[in-house]
């Protein structure tokens, strides 16, 4: 990550991150295959008086296209 993001209520930081790129064939995308961007990540969730975390799955292929996430 370039710069820190929100995806689906969740405040994301400056850093690395593991993801999974998914192909798939779709007759409406350029040259015939449709691709997908998630995002893993580690998150504080509060329940109560505590700060727990929790790992999520944050759909990024919207930030990939703009530029905003950066894929190796």
Known sequence: MQKKFQKD?????????????????????PGGVRTSYVLHAVVPVREGDAVLSTGVNLDVTDLVATGDVEVN
């Open 9 to 29: 209520g969740h405040e994301i930081d400056v850093g690395d991150y593991a993801g999974q790129e998914t192909t798939r064939s779709d007759m409406n995308s």
